[in-house]
């Protein structure tokens, strides 16, 4: 930026929604339900801000915005800055961050009418908004971190918003201290970096990495600590579990989180330290293969549930996966431009599923059906994101998935272009197995034969969502796509560096007609099984559960991740804070009470000591310090234990003056 009034603009982006915290904390009691308003225009006004920031990046040839002013000045350790960085990257995500807060926000007027803490909901909204804003504009790893768990601190207090629930509590403190074990490693390898190379500013630790200053398995190692703090917010394997259960939080906020804050933040570190990623090519892997597992994974599990919220939550974990496997086998474009569609498909999903629960009061897809008639404007939205997130040709999923799985294959990545492929299969069906049991057939509940559309405020943003996830992708379509005159305009102005490109030694993905085809056949033959088993008969879904059983379970216990981990690390725990809690009483209480014991035993020898009288003390003290003396003149020598009668004879005097006054 070139000057005040436009650094002014852009550092008001994430100020802005910080301020509205501030305000609705200290007077949302006295604003009431006026509070979504101040919450709305505060986000709006970042909006506008982003896109300005945008516009202005785009039109000066990728130029970012940058400044920074002094933070920390440890002297002799270093200067830590805080300031803002926005290239093409950043200024796509914050528009993303902004758009879809706003229409959250704007939803849940609506869902959250009539709740007690309704103002403090929209403070932590704002907070959550303005936390991650910060988190993308950072230009170094320890502002970056200070975002970062301000952002853990928010998905905390808003998925556990309904803390009058035991299982909205436990939730929120699961992804509180599962998100913990990544920010650990994060912060570890943070400090790694800074030992090594004096900087945490990313380029510079890009930089030094080149020079030499940190390499080999220093590097891998330090890299694979901040991709572990990756995959804590992402939800990636083995640190996913605690997303579904976040379910327990408000409907909106599991948009919010799953489309454009908290899951996001970590694919977003992945692209954001990129240049530092393709200098270790076993990190790469790591990526990919970590991605490609938890996408594949994540999708067996959303097949048998029944909670409608937790198959959109291990859906976003399996797509999460699927920008990893982008970024891992070097596709940053590929990777991010997922990112950024998924943000409108997804949020979109999650507010159709708020909109049946709205109108029903119910998660449990068992209890829907029928909907379709009823609920009109929410059943065709949902049909579109599920039909972007099943990745169907023109819709805005199926550029971002086709250029991830399409690059696996012809990168040669056979094992992760099987593991994406079946995924897509899989995802088809678990999305439309849920709008199939949702909205066809007949009411199963009173509940569902009661129901109705949700009001405009609620349906105008997902009817602009729905619009974004057909149309988002086409910003992206390939260059020349069917001999057309098309530009993709995404990967011209969303581009890895220069270095990273050198590195990698890849080329952009260019559409393959074939695997295109391919992948949507895939998709469709997951849709048509979907429909197959769960619309003309419904009982063959049943069938098919009772006959595979085992798998069903293995299924729906989520591969018994939650049961391992309960086993190995809550049992583990309280097993060893028992044993130190024992330890406690027993030895170190049965040691006090043994000398209290003891002194008793000694006839009140020692209480005659205690006369209060300063003077007595001093001389204890003194003799106390003249044997210490005496044994430092054993051991260190004569100089010492005249240093320490000295010390002596100050001590005793300054005590017995102290007592004459006294």
């Given at each position: 930026m070139t000057t005040v009034g436009q650094q002014l603009i852009v550092a008001a982006i994430p100020v802005l929604p910080a301020l509205v915290f501030v305000v609705l904390a200290l007077f949302g009691r006295l604003l009431k339900e006026n509070a979504q308003y101040?919450?709305?225009?505060?986000?709006?006004?970042s909006l506008v801000f982003s896109a300005f920031s945008l516009y202005y990046v785009a039109t000066n040839d990728g130029t970012p915005i940058e400044f920074s002013v002094p933070w920390i000045d440890l002297g002799a350790g270093g200067t830590f800055s805080m300031g803002i960085y926005i290239d093409s990257l950043a200024a796509v995500m914050l528009v993303v961050v902004c758009f879809v807060s706003l229409m959250i926000q704007l939803y849940s007027g609506a869902f959250m009418e009539g709740d007690s803490r309704f103002s403090w909901y929209y403070a932590v909204l704002n907070l959550f908004t303005a936390s991650m804003l910060g988190l993308v504009v950072a230009p170094n790893f320890i502002e970056l971190y200070v975002f970062w768990e301000l952002v853990g601190l928010c998905s905390y207090l808003l998925v556990g918003h309904w803390y009058e629930k035991p299982s909205a509590r436990d939730a929120a403190m699961k992804a509180f201290i599962v998100t913990r074990v990544g920010?650990?490693?994060?912060f570890v390898g943070i400090i790694m970096f800074w030992r090594a190379t004096g900087s945490t500013a990313f380029d510079d630790i890009s930089q030094a990495a080149q020079a030499g200053f940190i390499g080999g398995s220093a590097l891998t190692a330090a890299v694979i600590l901040v991709f572990i703090g990756a995959i804590g917010k992402s939800a990636?394997?083995?640190?996913?579990?605690?997303?579904?259960?976040?379910?327990?939080?408000?409907?909106?906020?599991?948009?919010?989180?799953?489309?454009?804050?908290?899951?996001?933040?970590?694919?977003?570190?992945?692209?954001?330290?990129?240049?530092?990623?393709?200098?270790?090519?076993?990190?790469?892997l790591t990526v990919a293969y970590v991605g490609g597992f938890t996408a594949l994974m994540a999708a067996t599990m959303a097949l048998v549930k029944k909670d409608i919220k937790r198959v959109i939550a291990y859906s976003t974990v399996s797509q999460l996966g699927y920008m990893m496997l982008g970024l891992g086998i070097g596709q940053y474009t590929a990777g991010f431009f997922h990112l950024y569609n998924h943000a409108f498909f997804k949020a979109l999903l999650f507010l159709c599923a708020g909109s049946i629960i709205y109108a029903m009061n119910s998660y449990s897809l068992a209890e829907m059906g029928g909907l379709r008639r009823r609920m009109p404007?929410?059943?065709?939205?949902?049909?579109?994101?599920?039909?972007s997130l099943s990745g169907i040709f023109p819709f805005a999923g199926f550029?971002?998935?086709d250029a991830i799985v399409a690059s696996a294959y012809e990168e040669h990545y056979y094992v992760l272009f099987g593991m994406a492929l079946l995924t897509v299969f899989l995802t088809a069906f678990y999305i439309f197995r849920a709008i199939f049991i949702a909205f066809t057939g007949e009411p199963r509940t009173q509940a569902a034969r009661e129901a109705v559309e949700s009001p405009g405020i609620m349906t105008g943003p997902m009817m602009l969502l729905a619009f974004l996830s057909i149309v988002s992708g086409w910003v992206g379509i390939p260059d020349g796509f069917l001999g057309l005159p098309i530009t993709d305009y995404f990967a011209e102005f969303v581009t890895p560096s220069q270095f990273a490109t050198e590195t990698l030694g890849l080329e952009a993905h260019a559409f393959s007609s074939t695997l295109g085809i391919v992948s949507i056949v895939v998709a469709l033959v997951g849709i048509g099984l979907a429909y197959f088993l769960y619309v003309p008969k419904p009982e063959r879904a049943a069938q098919l559960a009772r006959r595979l059983a085992p798998i069903h379970t293995f299924l729906d216990k989520g591969w018994y991740f939650d049961a391992l981990y309960g086993v190995v690390f809550v049992r583990g725990s309280k097993a060893l804070a028992r044993a130190i809690r024992g330890f406690d009483r027993r030895a170190l209480g049965g040691l006090v009470g043994g000398v209290g014991r003891g002194a008793m035993g000694t006839g009140g020898f020692l209480q005659r000591f205690q006369t209060g009288g300063v003077q007595n003390y001093a001389l204890f003290i003194m003799f106390s310090v003249l044997m210490i003396g005496i044994l430092v003149g054993a051991v260190a020598g004569a100089q010492w234990a005249l240093l320490v009668i000295a010390l002596i004879v100050f001590t005793t005097i300054t005590a017995f003056a102290v007592g004459a006054k006294l």
């Amino acid at each position: 930026m070139t000057t005040v009034g436009q650094q002014l603009i852009v550092a008001a982006i994430p100020v802005l929604p910080a301020l509205v915290f501030v305000v609705l904390a200290l007077f949302g009691r006295l604003l009431k339900e006026n509070a979504q308003y101040v919450a709305i225009l505060g986000v709006t006004v970042s909006l506008v801000f982003s896109a300005f920031s945008l516009y202005y990046v785009a039109t000066n040839d990728g130029t970012p915005i940058e400044f920074s002013v002094p933070w920390i000045d440890l002297g002799a350790g270093g200067t830590f800055s805080m300031g803002i960085y926005i290239d093409s990257l950043a200024a796509v995500m914050l528009v993303v961050v902004c758009f879809v807060s706003l229409m959250i926000q704007l939803y849940s007027g609506a869902f959250m009418e009539g709740d007690s803490r309704f103002s403090w909901y929209y403070a932590v909204l704002n907070l959550f908004t303005a936390s991650m804003l910060g988190l993308v504009v950072a230009p170094n790893f320890i502002e970056l971190y200070v975002f970062w768990e301000l952002v853990g601190l928010c998905s905390y207090l808003l998925v556990g918003h309904w803390y009058e629930k035991p299982s909205a509590r436990d939730a929120a403190m699961k992804a509180f201290i599962v998100t913990r074990v990544g920010d650990a490693a994060l912060f570890v390898g943070i400090i790694m970096f800074w030992r090594a190379t004096g900087s945490t500013a990313f380029d510079d630790i890009s930089q030094a990495a080149q020079a030499g200053f940190i390499g080999g398995s220093a590097l891998t190692a330090a890299v694979i600590l901040v991709f572990i703090g990756a995959i804590g917010k992402s939800a990636q394997f083995p640190l996913h579990v605690w997303l579904p259960d976040a379910m327990e939080g408000p409907t909106p906020v599991s948009a919010l989180i799953h489309a454009a804050t908290m899951v996001a933040a970590g694919v977003y570190l992945v692209a954001r330290t990129y240049d530092i990623f393709v200098q270790s090519e076993t990190a790469m892997l790591t990526v990919a293969y970590v991605g490609g597992f938890t996408a594949l994974m994540a999708a067996t599990m959303a097949l048998v549930k029944k909670d409608i919220k937790r198959v959109i939550a291990y859906s976003t974990v399996s797509q999460l996966g699927y920008m990893m496997l982008g970024l891992g086998i070097g596709q940053y474009t590929a990777g991010f431009f997922h990112l950024y569609n998924h943000a409108f498909f997804k949020a979109l999903l999650f507010l159709c599923a708020g909109s049946i629960i709205y109108a029903m009061n119910s998660y449990s897809l068992a209890e829907m059906g029928g909907l379709r008639r009823r609920m009109p404007i929410t059943f065709w939205v949902m049909v579109i994101a599920g039909l972007s997130l099943s990745g169907i040709f023109p819709f805005a999923g199926f550029w971002s998935k086709d250029a991830i799985v399409a690059s696996a294959y012809e990168e040669h990545y056979y094992v992760l272009f099987g593991m994406a492929l079946l995924t897509v299969f899989l995802t088809a069906f678990y999305i439309f197995r849920a709008i199939f049991i949702a909205f066809t057939g007949e009411p199963r509940t009173q509940a569902a034969r009661e129901a109705v559309e949700s009001p405009g405020i609620m349906t105008g943003p997902m009817m602009l969502l729905a619009f974004l996830s057909i149309v988002s992708g086409w910003v992206g379509i390939p260059d020349g796509f069917l001999g057309l005159p098309i530009t993709d305009y995404f990967a011209e102005f969303v581009t890895p560096s220069q270095f990273a490109t050198e590195t990698l030694g890849l080329e952009a993905h260019a559409f393959s007609s074939t695997l295109g085809i391919v992948s949507i056949v895939v998709a469709l033959v997951g849709i048509g099984l979907a429909y197959f088993l769960y619309v003309p008969k419904p009982e063959r879904a049943a069938q098919l559960a009772r006959r595979l059983a085992p798998i069903h379970t293995f299924l729906d216990k989520g591969w018994y991740f939650d049961a391992l981990y309960g086993v190995v690390f809550v049992r583990g725990s309280k097993a060893l804070a028992r044993a130190i809690r024992g330890f406690d009483r027993r030895a170190l209480g049965g040691l006090v009470g043994g000398v209290g014991r003891g002194a008793m035993g000694t006839g009140g020898f020692l209480q005659r000591f205690q006369t209060g009288g300063v003077q007595n003390y001093a001389l204890f003290i003194m003799f106390s310090v003249l044997m210490i003396g005496i044994l430092v003149g054993a051991v260190a020598g004569a100089q010492w234990a005249l240093l320490v009668i000295a010390l002596i004879v100050f001590t005793t005097i300054t005590a017995f003056a102290v007592g004459a006054k006294l």
